[in-house]
């Protein structure tokens, strides 16, 4: 079976070998479109190593940033919030985002000060708004508690322990939370943010998060109708070439609808395969599809990466998180002040739990949005459409008993975890990977570089973390192109 393709393959090779002879300075790869994938780009622009190609394998740019036409609104299928706002270090995506000289995208400050009067009962009605807020406030109490046994953890990673279990030394419910309300408002606190449930996150490694330390605790959701995408355009606009007229990205170093299938890497340079038999040739190579990606047979390493690097990967979690939207005839919700965000707390955990009206965002759309992660994503993902219809709407009937709630007109389910180009939506840092190990993700084998929000020092996970990951795996391609200094450092276990 390989044997035709290698033939091919050496035919091609030679022909790109010809039209490589004149080119001066390093070749570059970038193998992925997204935020990664055109920071990195860009910061090999600057440190002028312009002679690269970019193969991305659908027909767009942004990767996870993606918006699309819902019920007459763009809305945004994957990333769609700034995270981390108005703290002592400056997000750059708000940098970029922002009304002071940034794109001045319309985002409004999310306000999750309210669920305590918003949580409803698996069987309809709220609950007692006094009772949710000392849930709440025990809550807060345990993570506060948390983040200080995190601090006292040995660096090595030893002695990391799961949120649950610290959750279970703090007294806190040592089964887990049991009851509805319990759940839901440990959904909201944990799953809601990192999609895996407490069961499976460090606490080491996610408390404090950095993203909110660094940055801030507020966040910001984007809701323009340029999409929030159009912070990837920005980047990309600052060293591809773009239509004025059209905003298109005309460059041809950027190639869409190419898929990579096969990377083979020698001492001298590297050869990238597509779908299409078609053949690259380049010093280097920088790959930027998701940990999700990586984690399957969409793209072969020849010779194989080595182990420490294929466990590195396969022990890292890629999570699911499912924005699902609908739409409706007229708004039966509440509304007005404090009622953006909602729960339902239902006996099975993680069923239809955290939903979001948007009378400030897309005013006169009567559009919901309900989120779902982990299994439920999973299970939703592989049912048709009218089936996770049915069972949002029986919820939502159950939430408000004397409504009258019509049927949804329109259902949206992105499905991140099917599409072979993503696995996933994000990665999520599990017990028993410590920063050592995390790093072997980005390290570099021979002249193949990774990139990617899984890659991202401190910010695994989200866009600003994609986004300085982009800069972070081209300096150190930049420093072995450039400088020679082409040993990667990996931290070790116990420094
Ligand atoms: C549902 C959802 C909600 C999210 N919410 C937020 C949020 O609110 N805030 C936040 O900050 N972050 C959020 N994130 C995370 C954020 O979107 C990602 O961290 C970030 O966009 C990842 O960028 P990336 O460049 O690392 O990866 P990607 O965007 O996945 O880019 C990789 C690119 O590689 C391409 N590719 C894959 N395989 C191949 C191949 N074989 N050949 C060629 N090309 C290939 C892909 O098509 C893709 O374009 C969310 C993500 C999802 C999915
Ligand atoms: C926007 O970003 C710039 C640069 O980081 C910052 O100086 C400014 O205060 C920000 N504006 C807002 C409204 O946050
Ligand atoms: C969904 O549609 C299919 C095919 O039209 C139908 O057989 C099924 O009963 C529908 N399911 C629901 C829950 O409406």
Known sequence: MMKPSVAIV????????????????????IVGAGMSGISAGKRLSDARISDFMILEATDRIGGRIHKTKFAGVNVEMGANWVEGVNGKEKNPIWTMANSTGGLNLRTFRSDFDHLASNTYKQDGGLYDDKFVEKIIERMDEVEESGTKLAGTLHLSGQEDMSVMAMQRLNDHMPTGPARPVDMVIDYYQHDFEFAEPPRVTSLQNTVPLPTFDNFGDDVYFVADQRGFESVVYHVAGQYLKTDKATGAIVDPRLKLNTVVREITHFPSGVTVKTEDNNV??????????????????????RPQLPSWKILSIYQFDMAVYTKIFLKFPRSFWPVGPGREFFLYASGRRGYYPVWQQFEKQYPGSNVLLVTVTDDESRRIEQQPDNQTMAEAVAVLRKMFPGADVPDATKILVPRWWSNKFYKGSFSNWPIGVNRYEYDLIRAPVGRVYFTGEHTSENYNGYVHGAYLAGIDSADV??????KKLCKYHVRGKHE
């Open 10 to 29: 050496l035919l091609l090779v030679v022909a790109e070998y010809a039209s490589l002879a004149t080119a001066a300075g390093p070749k570059v790869i």
């Open 477 to 482: 391609l930049i420093n072995c192109a450039k």
């Open 280 to 301: 690259y040739k380049a010093d280097y190579v920088m790959v930027s599809a998701s940990l999700g990606v990586l984690q399957s047979e969409l793209i072969r390493f």
